[in-house]
């Protein structure tokens, strides 16, 4: 027994007995074996303070960037969850007017409303319910993000996700790109009988998300049609942050409702959810980028020099107008 403590044994033994079929046995090693497989919830986020971006947007902000929880949820640096709230009509366009942004993507979530932006690398366009923008600003880009004016006339319930999704290094000074996605092009999948996803970005079930990404990410959202557990696969090593937007789920033998967020251990291929009927969750899922940041503002960058920078240049006018 010298040199080996009882765990090491049992875990010899196992690996050992592993092919074979001892009847009773069976279950205690699949579950024994799964368990260690599975990712940890390492931050639970409660709903914070809301507050307005603009006059158009009375956010919780979820994520921010900060150096003390970047390594966990890199390459996601930034969550700002709209929950629905109704607008009364409008003749002006409510919104965030002109600003920058460098080193990153913004991606929004239309989930009730319509927004409408443009920016100085000519991208622009109006996305509406169940719609996504992915908005690459890397090198730079002035753009503007508003209620549409169709939906600021008729007035009605807004709600939706904006996203801050890092650059690596390598990428960060590229050129911009504006990608917006219908709702109907995003491919569906089924995971177990009574819970849906829609895939945004990334691979899952053999089918790929129209968004591209400048790093492996997977994003998509699940909704359940009636209580069902399910197993997300989720790789070795990859970061993993889920947001509830509706209903309840339970993880661990722990409920986690509306307007919460999840971060879990790199380690470990799996996540088991049980949803409630009519829940519904965001995942985001993505390899870390494990490089230095530096965010100020509007700008993420990697050093304190290249966000001096980024605020020349976009006070000199290199990121462009509107
Ligand atoms: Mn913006």
Same mark, same amino acid.
């Given at each position: ?72 949820? +890199? #390459?996601?640096?930034?969550? !700002?969850?709209?929950?629905? %709230? =109704?607008?009364?009509? @409008? ?123 400048? +790093? #492996?990410?997977?994003?998509? !959202?699940?909704?359940?049609? %009636? =209580?069902?557990?399910? @197993? ?91």
């Amino acid at each position: 027994m010298k040199g080996f403590n009882r765990r090491t044994v049992v875990k010899h033994l196992m690996g050992a007995l592993s092919f074979l079929s001892i009847p009773g046995c069976t279950k205690f090693f699949t579950s024994e074996k799964s368990m260690s497989n599975m990712k940890k919830i390492i931050h639970h986020q409660k709903p914070t303070e809301q507050h307005w971006v603009g006059d158009g947007f009375f956010v919780h902000t979820m994520m921010q960037p900060h150096p003390s929880t970047y390594s966990m949820t +890199s #390459p996601f640096i930034l969550m !700002d969850y709209a929950p629905p %709230r =109704n607008f009364s009509p @409008s003749s002006a366009q409510k919104g965030v007017g002109e600003h920058p942004h460098r080193g990153f993507e913004t991606v929004t979530f239309a989930y009730q409303g319509e927004i409408t932006h443009r920016d100085s690398a000519g991208g622009g366009g109006t996305i509406g319910q169940g719609d996504v923008q992915w908005m690459t600003a890397a090198s730079g880009v002035v753009h503007e993000e508003l209620h549409s004016k169709e939906y600021s006339e008729r007035g009605g319930d807004f709600e939706m996700v904006q996203l801050w999704v890092n650059l690596p290094k390598s990428k960060k000074m590229s050129s911009p790109r504006y990608q917006g996605v219908k709702d109907k092009d995003f491919p569906r999948f089924m995971m177990g009988e009574n819970c849906e996803g829609r895939l945004i970005a990334g691979e899952v079930d053999k089918k790929n998300g129209p968004c591209l990404t400048h +790093s #492996p990410i997977n994003v998509f !959202d699940l909704s359940f049609s %009636r =209580n069902e557990e399910i @197993s997300l696969p989720v790789g070795e090593g990859t970061n993993t942050v889920i947001f509830v937007l509706r209903g309840k789920i339970e993880i661990d033998s722990t409920n986690y409702h509306q307007k919460e967020l999840l971060v879990f251990s790199r380690e470990g291929q799996e996540i088991r959810i049980k949803g409630e009927a009519k829940s519904k969750i965001l995942v985001l899922n993505g390899e870390p980028i494990d490089e230095p940041i530096f965010a100020y503002g509007p700008f993420v960058m990697n050093t304190r020099e290249e966000i001096i920078e980024a605020i020349n240049d976009y006070q000199s006018g290199k990121m462009g107008h509107l």
